[in-house]
T-cell receptor
Framework: AQKITQTQPGMFVQEKEAVTLDCTYD???????LFWYKQPSSGEMIFLIY??????QNATEGRYSLNFQKARKSANLVISASQLGDSAMYFC????????????FGAGTRLFVKA | DAMVIQNPRYQVTQFGKPVTLSCSQT?????MYWYQQKSSQAPKLLFH???????NEADTPDNFQSRRPNTSFCFLDIRSPGLGDAAMYLC?????????????FGPGTRLTVL
């Protein structure tokens, strides 16, 4: 069965510094996708970044990058130059690429950005 | 702007009184999902529609039903809400066909059961 583990319930980072949010996953599938979503206190889930299991390059989207280490089954999110507006809950998620639509979410990490 | 809309944003119901939550989308996506998210937990998939095909998760209680009358709208019906059903309910959509297609979420409906 697929599983996503986020071991950091909460993280603090100073404004303008970089922070890494950890995510490890477990799957027997060869083809899968990994996602990161941000959920502010307003409740809406916002898509940040995607990494495919066969992608050789780490994904990047603006200040977000994904440190993908396939052999270790980890997909850590790196946020550079943190901003106060980055304070939110962050979820790592996985979906297999065999045509199924179910996405498994991790428990989330709450990020606090300090001024 | 294309988006996912949920109404109402806040819903209060009484124990055992049926309630319906609404979701609409202007993205013309094939797939629509309903998630339940309890406080400080990950979203839990209840069911999804791929066009008109309904897919129920094995552990979704029978108390939860869904309707998708057309591509744009999807409803979540809770037939007899219990105190344990108080949660945020998130609707999401995605295109079909590619595993890389991200989900687009609505703002959620926070359900309170008295």
């Amino acid at each position: 069965a697929q599983k996503i583990t986020q071991t950091q319930p909460g993280m603090f980072v100073q404004e303008k510094e970089a922070v890494t949010l950890d995510c490890t996953y477990d799957t027997s599938d060869q083809s899968y996708g990994l996602f990161w979503y941000k959920q502010p206190s307003s409740g809406e889930m916002i898509f940040l970044i995607y990494q495919g299991s066969y992608d050789e390059q780490n994904a990047t989207e603006g200040r977000y990058s994904l440190n993908f280490q396939k052999a270790r089954k980890s997909a850590n999110l790196v946020i550079s130059a943190s901003q106060l507006g980055d304070s939110a809950m962050y979820f790592c998620a996985m979906r297999d690429n065999t045509g199924g639509f179910k996405t498994i979410f991790g428990a989330g990490t709450r990020l606090f950005v300090k001024a | 702007d294309a988006m996912v809309i949920q109404n109402p944003r806040y819903q209060v119901t009484q124990f055992g009184k049926p309630v319906t939550l609404s979701c609409s989308q202007t993205l013309n996506h094939n797939v629509m999902y309903w998630y339940q998210q309890k406080s400080s937990q990950a979203p839990k998939l209840l069911f999804h529609y791929y066009d008109k095909d309904f897919n129920n998760e094995a552990d979704t209680p029978d108390n939860f039903q869904s309707r998708r009358p057309n591509t744009s709208f999807c409803f979540l019906d809770i037939r007899s809400p219990g105190l344990g059903d108080a949660a945020m309910y998130l609707c999401a959509t995605s295109r079909a066909g590619r595993g890389s297609d991200e989900q687009f979420f609505g703002p959620g409906t926070r359900l309170t059961v008295l």
